[in-house]
Structure formats: C-alpha cells, structure tokens
C-alpha cells in the first residue's frame, strides 16, 4: 500500500473545501504541505483527482469514485483510533433531520441512543429535505432523517415511520364551521405554507394536485412554529404534520380541518450514503429507527 491515511485527508479536505489554503486550514497545516501531499498522491499513481474550475479545485470522475471509498476508509480508521484510545466502539454520530423530524422526534431518538449507549455523543443538524441530502451526499453528516420524497443513485432511502399532514385553522375562522372542506373552501382561503424544497411542502403540493395553482398562498415560512403562530392569529390556514399539532389542539388554540377527498399521508425516511461505512453507532441509530442495514 503506497498511500498514507493522511494523504486521504488532504484530498478529503481539498474535495470538500474545493480550495487547498482553506484544506490546509481546516488539517493545521502548511499550505505547502498540503498541495505536497495532494501532488505525491497523483504522482504515486499516475492520476488526477481534481479539475481547476476558476479558482476553485473540483473533483473530477475519478476524484468522485475515490472520494466516497476514501470517506469509509477514514471514517474506519477513525472508529479504530478511538476504540485504541478509549475502549469505546461509538463515538460521536452526526445527524441531520428535517423540521418536523427534528423537533418533534429526534430529541427523543437522541435520548434513547445515548441512555443505550453510555459515552456516546450525538449533534443534530435541522434543516430542510434538499439540505440534509446534499449533507450525507458530502459526507457532513453520518445520517439523515427527512420527511420527503428524495432520489439519488448514491443514497439509500429507506421508509421507517408513517406521517400525515392535517389542515387547520384558527377556532374562528369561517372554515373551522364546516363539516368538511370542499375544493371551493379551499380556493377561498388564505394559505400560510412551508417553504418549497421541504418535505412537508413536497407532501402539501401532491394532495393538491390540480387544484394548486387556483390557491391563494398567503405566506411561505421556513419554520412550523412561525406558521402555527400566524395561523393562531387567524391569518390564514395551514397543514402541518400531526405530530407537530397534538399540543395545539389539546388546548384548542388550533383546530383540524376535514379534507379527507385529499391524500394527505405520507412517510418519513432514513438516509445514508451507500458508501458510508456502517459504525457502531449508525448500527444503534437504525435499530432505533426499526432499521435492517
């Protein structure tokens, strides 16, 4: 074997930063250095790993199917260090979880994974479904967690728990009367929605097929919180995820809306990139989840 495992971090680094004084930075390290170790690796093996974009290093066919092999090989080689130096077989796990996920379920995933696993240390990244793919796809997280349909020939999406969305309202609202909604009703509301590129969005766009561009949307947050709030203000209607409902439902500041003629149901899915190595942890993180990897 002629490469060194810090030799793949340089070319991890400069993969990820797409700048080698950036790469340096981040490796504490010469800037010097580090072109040095990216040089010796090509020429060790007569390759090429990046194309210069501008002023930016970009990796090209080859560096892609190397940087993937090269990830799970670090991530390996790390898990060992740490089990050498602490006894211990997990370490800390990176997760990336949507909105609803996030704040809803995932605290509690956390919680378990750490009570079942003493020592171990979980960071929980929230962002929206585009986000957290491209995350796993680069190797800034270990796992996702999304609420949307996604489709990548690199990831693995697995289904692990159903979900629904419920429309609501405010309890004045002149909608909140009615037995059932109709496309009419629908039409004749204000809408607050979650923003395009979010599961919960994807999800809200299919149930409304045909009938979306005739809704008048008011409003497009970022956060469920910000919508509920607006809603409870009777600015508008909603949907959201139930589990994100419960509690304002219970105290009846918020109120569901009957559309059972739309398809609302969905499903949650976990995410890891094919060519991640499978540690301890993602093991323990996936029973959690009633995951078989």
């Known amino acids: 074997m002629h490469f060194t495992l810090r030799q793949l971090q340089v070319f991890l680094a400069i993969a990820h930063h797409q700048n080698v004084t950036r790469a340096a930075s981040a490796l504490a390290m010469s800037q010097s250095a580090c072109s040095s170790a990216l040089k010796d690796l090509e020429q060790q093996y007569d390759v090429q790993l990046f194309d210069r974009v501008g002023k930016r290093l970009q990796t090209n066919e080859l560096g892609q199917a190397m940087r993937a092999k090269a990830e799970a090989l670090i991530d390996q080689a790390k898990l060992l260090e740490r089990t050498l ?72 999406i697995i289904a692990f728990r159903n979900d629904e969305l419920v429309c ?38 299919r149930a409304m097929s045909g009938l979306l561009p005739q809704l008048n949307i008011l409003l497009e947050l970022q956060h469920t919180e910000a919508i509920k709030r607006a809603v409870e203000a009777n600015l508008g209607i909603a949907c959201l995820s139930k ?20 398809n609302f149901k969905r499903q949650f899915y976990f995410v890891l990139h094919k060519e991640k190595y499978r540690t301890e942890g993602i093991k323990k993180w996936a029973e959690l989840c009633d995951i078989k990897l």
């Open 168 to 205: 609501f309202s405010h309890p004045d609202h002149p909608l909140a009367s009615k037995s059932k909604l109709s496309d009419k009703d629908l039409q004749s509301a204000a809408w607050i929605l979650r923003e395009p590129g979010s599961g919960t969005r994807q999800t809200f766009d």
């Open 85 to 156: 130096l602490d006894h211990r077989d997990i370490g800390e796990l990176k997760i990336g979880a949507t909105l609803t996920i996030g704040n809803y379920l995932a605290v509690e995933l956390i919680r378990q994974f750490m009570q079942d696993s003493p020592g171990a240390r979980a960071h929980l990244d929230v962002a929206n479904t585009e986000t957290i793919a491209h995350e796993i796809l680069n190797f800034d997280i270990d796992i996702g967690l999304i609420e949307g349909e996604y489709h990548h020939p690199d990831l693995d």
């Open 243 to 262: 589990i994100s409902l419960e509690q304002a439902f219970e105290r009846k500041s918020l109120v569901p809306l009957n559309v059972q003629h739309r």
